[in-house]
């Protein structure tokens, strides 16, 4: 008499054997695959250490207009080599059908929404900023209290370095909540802003031709690019600013004391009067403070 | 665009395949010494302005006067653009010198050859110059031209540097009785387009053409068959090409890397003349010619070398003062781009040393800089 098992192993064809080794999510885990896993992630790591340090030499040494152009291909190149290394782990190790994908999603929805949150949340943000452009490597961008050029592109945040040489880390989840302040946008020019404060007296006429040619006149300047002289009262005194372009974002600082130090040595030449800083007391605005 | 790109290309390529050759093979032929390249450039200087130069300004010249004495409207000002390495006064002074002039005129020279040693009294030169220039005209019927063959030794980029060439252009538009034949470097009128909108007033500045290399050749001939050159293009080898003449391809390759510039040519004509030793002393070979490689540049070496092609020439004293630095701080760097050869000193005047151009176009226009160059 042939016992039940072995009479369905007869009955029950391979194919459906098979099939419910499929269903099953986890892959046979084998020693090679398990050294083709390991090699692959240490490949990926070496890549992207590679990648991130081969690019940070090169941009610097070759021409400004090739430096963004450099920087800004990193995330996208670490990006595909994150794909790449996680497809091929994924492929290794998981059986990809249908209904495992759905019952993998489902449980690391679940899983990452309570343990994982916030970390990725801010892998979605890096993707989607990646899209939006919102900061690109090498822009100089104001997020938060925090003013600087970005220098790194992680898969969790990005790094600043601000103009006191201070490296901070940002996650990438700061795009849903906080306001972003670009300053270049993926270009080499950033508009610079120069105050400068008078007596309600002074000659403006002067004034502002004055800044437009310390404008013209500094090496830094961008003349392919608007330069522009705005007023602003104050009951203190009146208030100049000097909208101009650096032909590098990276000189904004030692160009606006190039600009300041032109100026003032024509204001001076001139004897134009400063306003009297007693009166800026009773200003409850205040001064406005230059932006970058 | 994709023309011009596989021309500069295929210059580069040419440019290191020369140097690459040279260095490579056992090259029997030796560079020039110094003291006979330094006589070398005293002879180039001595050639003169090339004929074709002199013609095209003459020409020009003749028609505008032409123009503007037949028509009360039409501009009474030439201007004539050069490269910032090219002595455009010389081709003007030379025009006006000439035997046959373009037109009879009463001709008048600006004094303003060279700025004053104090930057302030820059502006004022001209202005004093213009101002010396306004005596009533003799009613003889006889035309005034008035020249100012160095337009960019009349200002400084610092505040107030360039009210001169503000009261000139007041001048020529008011003063239409006379007619006004200005020579200036092409990166200085693109400056001073920035800076004061000069091109909207006098939109018909007409730059030099460039020279082909038969003309090239016929103007360095009589300083080549002086040495007794015997040709011999692709870098003292032979040419397996036995239908290209070499020595037309050589010129041809000199006028490409040269931008059609004299000077420039010139200066890369010195460069590719070797020594060969034989039995009866060092005989003179001219190879193909190549543009020097560059060193690596920092930010403030393209600063002064973007201020230097600006003004042409300038002192030491003017470069601080439109960089607004102090002296000492550019010194050692001057000195480096000197040690380097990207620059040139003559009579305290510094200078971007010609053959060093083309490559220095190119570099300050891929740091962002405005380059006169189209």
């Known amino acids: 008499m042939i016992p039940l098992s072995a009479a369905l192993e007869m009955v029950v064809p391979a194919a459906a054997r098979a099939e419910t080794a499929a269903q099953r999510i986890l892959a046979d885990v084998t020693l090679m695959k398990t050294i083709g896993a390991v090699f692959a992630v240490l490949l990926a790591y070496a890549g992207m250490f590679l990648i991130e340090r081969l690019t940070g030499w090169l941009s610097e040494k070759v021409a400004r207009r090739y430096r963004l152009l450099i920087k800004q291909s990193v995330p996208f190149l670490k990006g595909l080599i994150l794909i790449v290394t996680v497809s091929y782990l994924l492929d290794q190790f998981l059986n990809l059908t249908q209904n495992n994908l759905l019952a993998l999603t489902g449980t690391l929805a679940v899983a990452l929404g309570f343990a994982f949150k916030d970390y990725v949340s801010s892998i979605l943000a890096g993707v989607v900023s990646l899209f939006e452009g919102s900061y690109q490597v090498g822009d100089r961008v104001r997020i938060g209290d925090h003013y600087g050029e970005v220098v790194g592109y992680g898969l ?43 007596d309600h007296r002074v000659d403006v006429d002067l004034v502002v031709d004055i800044l437009y040619q310390a404008a013209y006149s500094s090496q830094y300047t961008q003349l392919r690019l608007p330069i522009l002289v705005v007023m602003e009262e104050h009951l203190w005194g009146t208030q100049f600013r000097l909208r101009c372009y650096p032909m590098d974002a990276r000189d904004e600082f030692v160009y606006r004391t190039d600009l300041l130090k032109r100026a003032k040595r024509a204001f001076a030449h001139h004897g134009l009067s400063y306003p009297h800083p007693q009166l800026a007391l009773l200003d409850p605005a205040g001064p406005l403070p230059a932006e970058g | 665009m994709g023309l011009p790109l596989l021309e500069a290309l295929q210059t580069g ?268 002393g060092a005989e003179m070979r001219q190879v193909r010619p190549a543009l020097p490689d560059l060193p690596s540049l920092t930010d403030v070496d393209r600063y002064i070398l973007h201020s230097l092609l600006i003004h042409g020439t300038m002192r030491l004293e003017h470069l601080a003062f439109g960089l607004g630095l102090p002296s000492h701080r550019l010194q050692p760097r001057i000195h480096w781009l000197l040690g380097e050869g990207l620059i040139e000193a003559k009579a305290g005047e510094l200078s971007v040393q010609p053959s060093h151009y083309p490559g220095l176009v190119k570099a300050l226009d891929d740091n962002n800089f405005f380059t006169g160059e189209a």
């Open chain 2, 13 to 280: 390529l040419d440019s290191w395949f020369a140097r690459s050759t040279s260095e490579l093979a056992d090259d029997p032929l030796r560079p020039l010494p110094g003291e006979r390249s330094v006589a070398l450039q005293k002879q180039i200087a001595a050639l003169g302005v090339p004929l074709p130069l002199r013609a095209f300004v003459g020409e020009a010249l003749r028609e505008a006067v032409e123009a503007w004495r037949s028509d009360p409207e039409a501009p009474n000002v030439l201007i004539v653009l050069s490269r910032p390495v090219e002595p455009v006064s010389a081709l003007i002074e030379a025009v006006l010198a000439e035997r046959d002039p373009p037109f009879s005129a009463r001709q008048a020279l600006l004094p303003c050859h060279r700025r004053p040693v104090d930057p302030d009294a820059v502006p004022r030169m001209l202005i004093a110059a213009l101002d010396g220039s306004q005596p009533p005209a003799l009613d003889t019927g006889e035309p005034v031209l008035l020249s100012l063959p160095n337009l960019d030794q009349c200002f400084l980029r610092c505040i107030g540097g360039w009210s001169g060439i503000e009261r000139l252009r007041q001048v020529i538009l008011e003063r239409r009785d006379r007619f006004w034949l200005l020579g200036c470097n092409r990166w200085a009128w693109r400056f001073l387009d920035h800076v004061s909108q000069i091109s909207s007033y006098f939109p018909d500045a007409r730059s030099l053409p460039a020279l082909d290399g038969p003309q090239l050749r016929q103007w360095l001939t009589p300083l080549a068959s002086g040495l007794g050159l015997q040709q011999s293009a692709s870098g003292g080898h032979p040419s397996t090409d036995a239908d290209q003449d070499p020595e037309v391809d050589q010129w041809s390759q000199l006028a490409a890397l040269a931008g059609g510039g004299p000077r420039i040519a010139a200066a890369l004509w010195l460069e590719s003349l070797r020594l060969e030793s034989n039995s009866d």
């Open chain 1, 156 to 198: 969790r945040s990005l790094q600043l370095v601000t103009p006191d040489d201070n490296t901070i880390t940002i996650p990438h989840n700061l795009l849903w909540t906080d306001p972003i302040s670009n300053a270049n946008s993926g270009k080499l020019e950033a508009q610079v802003a120069t105050d400068v404060y008078f």
